[in-house]
């Protein structure tokens, strides 16, 4: 199934254009503002008008992700909250949404994971033994079958050989 385009991943293009209106446009010079810049700039990226609303909400969303993120690259452990929104996205419409697939939490015990995935595989293989030893029972039971059909004849009740 294609992906719709609304939901498009915008995040590190609306974070260009965030960057990009604070040093270059906005510079923090009085009596500039910089939601206009952030208003004129994410209105042509998403093509839509962006309200004040839209503005502080994406405003607050990019900044929590690069928190989120520079607190990932550094290696310290993350909540699960923390590692729920690193799969949070800007959509192509200017909206976050949220992905739902959350990534695998880390491995705290490696000694019982490498047992219980050993276990798993001998479980695995047991599994396929006894799968192979039904298959050569019901094989015999219909190679049985297929010899008394060919070698006797029932005629109501009584059986004669052919």
Known sequence: MQTPKHRIDYTALAQDIYDHAMWKGYKFIKGRNLDLWLNYGWAMLFQRSITDFDITQLKSFLKKKNEVEIKFKSGCKLSHNERSFRTNYIGADG????????????????????RINKLLSEAKENRLARYEEYEMKALKEMARKQYIDNTYVVKGTKIFKR
Do not use: C
Request: aromatic share 10%.
């Open 95 to 114: 909206y976050v949404y949220i992905n739902k697939m959350m990534q695998q939490a880390p491995d705290k015990n490696p000694k019982e994971t490498l």
